[in-house]
């Protein structure tokens, strides 16, 4: 299953308040590695600076647990399912058709 995650930093203290926390944040990322059976499709950031997105595919949803659990103190995450482009469009075609068939 793939999933979009988003995250945003939480920048909720003083100036040095949040670049101490930043500071601990990169250091932790800098050991950090992808739980084994997930593969980042894309990882990138923000270019305010002030979170990032991935796509992730796993079987196994506990695996982004063990990864947000590590950073929930400085960041906050939103995961979702999500599919192909092609399954949402025929899908979509599929609800129409759906609709259209019932008078």
């Given amino acids: 299953m793939k999933y979009a995650m988003a995250w945003t930093s939480r920048l909720t203290g003083s100036g040095k308040d949040n670049e101490e926390a930043l500071r601990r944040a990169l250091q932790l990322f800098s050991k950090w590695q992808p739980p084994a059976g997930?593969?980042?499709?894309?990882?990138?950031?923000?270019?305010?600076?002030?979170?990032?997105?991935?796509?992730?595919?796993?079987?196994?949803?506990?695996?982004?647990?063990?990864?947000?659990?590590?950073?929930?103190?400085?960041?906050?995450?939103?995961?979702?399912?999500?599919?192909?482009?092609?399954q949402w469009a025929q899908a979509g075609q599929e609800g129409i058709d759906f609709r259209d068939s019932i008078n």
Avoid: C, M, S
């Fill in 38 to 86: 997930t593969t980042f499709h894309q990882f990138v950031g923000r270019v305010d600076a002030g979170g990032g997105y991935a796509i992730v595919e796993t079987d196994d949803p506990a695996a982004l647990l063990t990864g947000t659990t590590k950073f929930a103190p400085f960041n906050e995450f939103q995961i979702h399912p999500v599919v192909d482009i092609e």
